[in-house]
């Protein structure tokens, strides 16, 4: 259970600001119909970190436990420094054929956004450290449909008023945690 709770807060708290919730805006104001974005989304979330997650399964079994707690140590901190720069979203992630129909753009358009992005990557650490890779998939497409859901029904007006900055700030603060616990094996 702390590895679903855990991977839901900081994925909650990564994706605020992040690209994806800004296509999440983009589309949401573009197409206009709510569930079936929603509904992209979540099922493009749960493909990316499904795949993510078994990528963070396989690391555990392929690396050894010292050079496992390093790499986590080093994943976790650079996630923390990640974290403070600002994304924005790239025109070519908001210009998606509508030939596929909402859904269909949806699942497209976040699969792609989500390629190497903050929340797939945390995701893929969260797995290997927690060793649990349904908790974490669970998790983590929680925690971003926690902060896009509201994107997509509230729309910008929501968004803007949300501290980024604040809360980038606290995710940084949790990943460098993460890191140094990782570091000094805590819980490993």
Do not use: C
Request: zero cysteines; hydrophobic letters at 60%; charged letters at 15%.
């Amino acid at each position: 259970m702390e590895a679903f709770l855990l991977s839901t807060g900081m994925v909650a708290l990564a994706e605020i600001g992040d690209k994806t919730q800004l296509l999440a805006l983009v589309l949401a104001a573009r197409f206009r119909k709510p569930i079936p974005i929603v509904l992209g989304i979540f099922t493009a979330t749960v493909i990316n970190h499904a795949l993510a997650g078994a990528a963070g399964v396989w690391l555990l079994a392929q690396l050894g436990p010292q050079l496992l707690r390093w790499l986590l140590a080093a994943s976790f901190i650079g996630m923390a420094l990640w974290m403070l720069i600002p994304d924005k979203l790239d025109d070519g992630e908001a210009r998606i054929s509508e030939r596929f129909g909402v859904f269909g753009a949806t699942v497209l358009a976040f699969f792609l956004a989500e390629m190497g992005d903050k929340t797939q990557i945390a995701t893929v650490a969260l797995a290997a450290r927690y060793h649990d890779f349904v908790w974490v998939v669970a998790g983590s497409t929680t925690g971003l449909m926690l902060a896009d859901a509201p994107a997509v029904w509230i729309g910008d007006r929501m968004a803007q008023k949300l501290p980024v900055t604040v809360l980038h700030r606290i995710a940084a603060a949790l990943f460098a945690l993460l890191g140094v616990l990782a570091a000094l094996g805590v819980g490993m």
